[in-house]
């Protein structure tokens, strides 16, 4: 009853393009595209058009003026996106074009599809389940080109698949056990346990490597959470600037100019920064400053990863070494900025206050000059190796770029545990499948398997706030 | 013509093991009752194998007993051996099963029900059911039976537990008879009457195998088994040391790849392999031919000899059910060590008989379309004559809830296997006669058998059944578990000389600190009995206090994960789907998912997500389809209260 209505939105983006696509689903889809589509001899022709065929001809409005030459298609329910009867539109790109056929749209009945409601029909015609449509809203806020393939991956289904396998092989397991406890004639448990502690074993590494890609997974998708630290006037705003190209924090010469935090997202190919610039650490009387080294800290503390810049042309002394204490336990770079000028610093001393501060551990150090633009490239090197091992491109393998995934996959996981304990301790088979069981539902929830309503409740909300 | 017209409160047609606990339960509860039977001598007549119980059956019979049923007292009274199944396994799958006397059995049920107030046993078939229609909701409502011989009962609900007898033939072979089990009356009438009421009928057919003359078996080729030296009784009413008393064995023995010979070089003799028989068996209690069938490379299945009572010689051949023919049956029995020289004394058969698809029933086990009319036990489709007490308990609770305007009562898959049964039932789309098992309870470490009157006294109280002394007792034994699991909880052993030496001595790991009694009972090498040694303030508690918490202390992180899936489950089962919910309207759902929705009319969302046929995604979209339902109608209720 809430999908009676039939929607039209422009499927291809709002902007300028080489071609633009309006999409009209639902019941009355056929009847409206059939009104604003007239093939080239002029006739309407959508009606009896056959499923899946494209047609050549011409986009007009309710008064007949034609709007564009286009090519339409019908896809009947239920073999199109939305599981709904679908007609598509192919216009020329233009904003201008593209609005006015849908808006003609409009005339003929349709009404504007609200965000996300394409998938939301999709979904709930089952043309998808809820990794997938979970995947599609995660397209459509992609804000990085890998973001965007793992996002396709999902859709396409390797997460489903590959979670599938890893259900499968629980329920086999389940069963079995089942299966003797009925018929003990029949079903022997002798060297189960054994047999069941290697499979364990087995799902255990499987799970855990997806739940491995989690974390990259999300910087992937979100961007990499970074804090830059540095003593007053070292150059950390016009480090910021000079990775997002523009002047947007405000640089002077006086030390403490950057009063409040500042946020930007940046994209060093392919990697996606989410950037707070901090006002410099000192010790310092005026309140409106001291509540942004406070903040500092704290955002220090919730960071991905933290830039330490320092100034090479001034000795270090003991301040560098006390904010150099909240990169304990965190990805951190540090950048020896201004190489441009007389180099008092070098990269060995600061090689040695690290082994100082910490003396288990190597924090790799570049020299740049924010002034000058160099050493960049070196360090999207350093970050690379530090977050993805090296390798940023994306191999199609199955990356966990959401939250609730990852939940479910570590609930998982944690059952899995529970059933090796089972197995270690010496309980009777019937306790496994207690654990066994979990571990199946979690798992069932990434797909949609398992209806969990507080799922539901989610992804409806996740529809509403898409494109 | 003059003709005999009673009126009376309920009307229970059958008296096997379905209608003899909801003839109970409904006399008990202070109804006027009737309970039909084509013959007094069959009440609680046990056709088929001689025990009670058994694997996942003896938690039914506790569930029974729980609520106030009769089943576990009876063969309290009447078994000749007992033993608990599984005790190498978890508590879970602990099962009781009994021996009955098959003829005390049946005698000491029918003296309950002769004694019973408000009951009257009435020897006649019930050819027809009495209805009219609501002139408003146009919907059907039973208003009494009427007999072969034209006798009219009037009654507010009827309770059919007819089990294998509609339109019912055995088999044996070749050979067809037009009778019931054993050889009884057919009730050949009432289908006809159920068919014009709109109810739909198949067919089942279960079997059973030969009895034996005991004089000409050979035990000693056989290994003998005994009961338990220590007897646990069924019902939770029963003194423990009124059933401590001599047992009988029964004998163990196999069949061989000779037996299996004869089996397969005859199956073409065989009715169900000839396709003479139409209706379906039961996967799970399967006939000897389908075993060797299905289990073509096993060698060997098991031949239980089963005494059928202390005052017969006959022995029953618990394994071996048959429908082939007379001489192929006693060629096959020959071949199994110890019965070379066997005598029959009644022939393995196959019986065939109409039953329901329950699923035309709500969960309460009434009718859909027929109000005041209940159903219980073989007839809707279930085998076993635990399962029967237990619907037949349940129907007529439900009966009596329905006359006297009280609510009904559910049972759910997470309180007791009963739930599960039932739900099963008018959920699931069952093929074969549904024989209950330990798998098809998800929550059966929470279901087991130790503490289905923790799980359901309190029910069969507000239900009427279990009296207030009862009550207050159960109410004692709550309070001593708890109390004990406290104080176990909070009394803490140093690690000093007297402790360490008890634990080396029990294989167990000296202490590194303090650690609370509760602990030391977790670890497997240690158990509540043995650490009596280091526990100076026990009292000496009663052992079914004590074995409780034992297990709840022991198992405790299981139980609690088990909770946990419960509580998932429950979420679904209290989302309640609006009895006129127009599935029509729901248009996202897959035209599969509607069809089902539509014949099964669940009550909840998790009944709804049960239903095969139904996938998750069909259940999210009912779900939003109950949210936008719900807001509507709370928004109409808002408009209204405002126009006041």
């Not at chain 1, 503390?301 to 904010?323: G, H, N, T």
């Not at chain 2, 004394?345 to 969960?363: F, G, M, S, T, W």
């Not at chain 2, 739930?419 to 074969?432: F, H, M, S, W």
Request: with cysteine; net charge negative; aromatic share 6%.
């Amino acid at each position: 009853m809430f999908q009676d209505s039939t929607i039209a939105a422009v499927a291809t983006g709002l902007t300028d393009s080489g071609i633009g696509i309006i999409r009209i689903s639902g019941p009355e889809a056929v009847s409206i595209g059939d009104n604003l589509f007239r093939n080239a001899s002029g006739k309407p022709c959508l009606k009896d058009s056959e499923s899946h065929k494209m047609r050549y001809g011409f986009a007009v409005d309710k008064n007949g003026v034609v709007l564009d030459e286009v090519m339409a298609v019908v896809m009947k329910r239920p073999r199109s996106f939305t599981g709904e009867d679908t007609v598509e539109i192919q216009c020329h790109g233009g904003v201008l074009v593209m609005r006015k056929i849908l808006e003609a749209s409009f005339q003929f009945g349709a009404r504007l599809a609200e965000p996300g409601e394409f998938t939301k029909r999709a979904f709930l015609n089952g043309k998808m389940d809820l990794s997938e449509a979970e995947a599609v809203m995660d397209v459509i806020r992609s804000g990085n080109e890998y973001a965007l393939a793992s996002s396709v991956d999902q859709l396409r289904g390797n997460l489903s698949e590959a979670v599938k396998a890893i259900r499968k092989e629980i329920l086999s397991e389940i069963a079995f056990i089942e299966a003797a406890l009925d018929d003990p004639e029949h079903i022997s448990l002798e060297g189960y346990s054994a047999r069941l502690s290697l499979k364990t074993e087995n799902l255990l590494g499987r799970v855990k490597k997806l739940l491995d890609t989690a974390d990259s997974g999300r910087l992937m998708k979100e961007g990499i959470s970074t804090v830059i630290l540095g003593k007053p006037n070292v150059g950390k705003s016009s480090l910021l600037n000079l990775l997002l190209g523009e002047d947007r924090a405000i640089v002077t010469d006086v030390a403490g100019t950057t009063r409040d935090i500042l946020e930007e997202h940046i994209n060093l190919h392919g990697i996606g920064f989410n950037i707070v610039d901090t006002a410099g650490i000192r010790e310092t009387d005026n309140i409106v400053e001291q509540i942004g080294v406070d903040r500092a800290k704290q955002y220090a503390d919730k960071a991905d990863l933290i830039l330490y810049v320092a100034d090479c042309s001034v000795p270090l002394e003991d301040k560098d070494r006390e904010i150099m204490s909240l990169l304990e336990n965190k990805n951190a770079v540090i950048l020896l900025n201004k190489s441009d000028l007389q180099n008092v610093v070098t990269e060995e001393e600061m090689n040695k206050m690290i082994k100082d501060i910490f003396p288990e551990r190597t924090i790799p150090v570049i020299g740049i000059s924010a002034k000058e633009g160099t050493g960049i490239e070196e360090f999207e090197n350093v970050v690379r190796n530090l977050f993805f091992e090296g390798e940023f491109t994306h191999h199609h393998e199955i990356v966990i770029t959401n939250l609730r995934h990852k939940e479910a996959l570590q609930n998982s996981y944690d059952s899995l545990m529970m059933v090796k304990n089972s197995i270690e301790n010496g309980m009777e088979e019937d306790f496994y499948s207690i654990d066994l069981t979990s571990a199946y539902q979690e798992l069932g929830k990434i797909i949609g398997e398992e209806v969990d309503d507080d799922v539901v409740e989610e992804i409806f909300s996740k529809f509403c706030i898409g494109k | 013509m003059p003709e005999i017209r009673e009126k009376t409160d309920v009307c229970v047609i059958g008296a096997g093991h379905a209608g003899c606990e909801a003839a109970l339960a409904c006399a008990r509860l202070g109804l006027e009752t009737v309970i039909f039977t084509v013959s007094v001598d069959s009440i609680a007549l046990m056709p088929c194998n001689p025990n009670i119980g058994g694997s996942s059956k003896g938690h039914l019979v506790r569930e029974v007993d729980a609520l106030g049923g009769e089943m576990g007292r009876n063969i309290d009274k009447t078994f000749i051996q007992s033993k608990m199944l599984n005790v190498s396994k978890g508590p879970a799958v602990h099962s009781l099963r009994a021996q009955a006397d098959k003829a005390d059995y049946s005698r000491e049920m029918r003296k309950v029900l002769e004694n019973q107030d408000h009951l009257v046993i009435k020897q006649a078939e019930v050819c027809e059911l009495l209805w009219e229609e609501d002139s408003n909701s146009k919907k059907k409502k039973v208003t009494g039976v009427k007999t072969f011989t034209g006798a009219v009962y009037e009654c507010k609900a009827v309770v059919l537990c007819t089990g294998t007898y509609l339109r019912a033939r055995c088999l044996c072979g070749e050979s067809i008879t037009y009778t019931g089990p054993n050889g009884l009356q057919a009730a050949n009438h009432l289908t006809d009457s159920l068919e014009k009421m709109g109810i739909e009928l198949r067919r089942f057919k279960t079997g059973t195998p030969a009895r034996m003359d005991g004089r000409s078996i050979d035990y000693s080729k056989m290994e003998e088994q005994f009961g338990d030296e220590r007897v646990v009784p069924f019902s939770f009413s029963t003194d423990p040391e009124s059933v401590q008393k001599d047992q009988v064995s029964c004998w163990l023995t196999y069949t061989n790849e000779k037996t299996h010979e004869i089996i397969r070089a005859n199956l073409d003799r065989s009715p169900i392999y000839a396709g003479i028989i139409e209706g379906t068996g039961p996967r799970y209690c399967p006939s000897i031919e389908d075993k060797v069938v299905k289990f073509a490379g096993k060698e060997r299945h098991q031949v239980f000899i089963e005494p059928e009572g202390l005052h017969t010689n006959e022995m029953y051949v618990g394994g071996m059910s048959s429908s082939l023919p007379e001489d192929v049956q006693l060629a096959m029995y020959r071949t199994v060590p110890g019965l070379e020289n066997c005598k029959i004394v009644k022939n393995a058969y196959a019986i065939e008989y109409d039953c329901i698809n329950a699923r035309q029933l709500y969960p309460t086990l009434e009718f859909k379309n027929v109000s005041g009319l209940f159903s219980g036990g073989q007839f809707n489709g279930s085998s076993g004559y635990e399962e029967a007490a237990a619907q037949g308990l349940v129907a007529g609770v439900n009966a009596a809830m329905s006359v006297l305007g009280r609510e009904p009562f559910l049972f759910d898959r997470s309180e007791s296997y009963i739930g599960v049964l039932i739900d099963d039932l008018v959920t699931k789309d069952n093929r074969e006669p549904y024989r209950m098992m330990t798998s098809r309870a998800e929550y059966r470490l929470l279901l087991r058998q130790d503490n289905a009157d923790l799980r359901l006294r309190k029910k069969g109280y507000e239900i009427g059944l279990i009296s207030e002394t009862q009550y207050q007792e159960l109410l004692k034994k709550e309070e001593m578990i708890k109390n004990e699991i406290k104080r176990l909880k909070e009394t803490y052993v140093g690690a000093n000389r007297e402790i360490q030496d008890f634990l080396v001595s029990m294989g167990s790991t000296p202490l590194k600190t303090a650690a609370s009694l509760a602990e030391l009972i977790c670890r497997p090498e240690l158990s509540y009995e043995v650490l009596s040694e280091i526990d100076a303030e026990r009292v000496i508690l009663p052992e079914n206090v004590t074995e409780q918490v034992q297990i709840e202390i022991k198992y405790e992180g299981y139980i609690a994960r088990q909770l946990r899936q419960v509580e998932q489950y429950k979420k679904m089962e209290k989302k309640l789907i609006p009895t006129d919910i127009n599935y029509d309207q729901v248009s996202s759902l897959r035209l599969e998912a509607r069809q089902k929705l539509k014949l099964f009319r669940p009550i909840s969302i998790g009944q709804a997500s049960r239903i095969s046929g139904v996938s998750p995604a069909d259940v999210s979209v009912l779900l939003v389809y109950l949210e936008h339902y719900n807001r509507q109608q709370e928004s109409e209720r808002g408009k209204s209260s405002e126009g006041l």
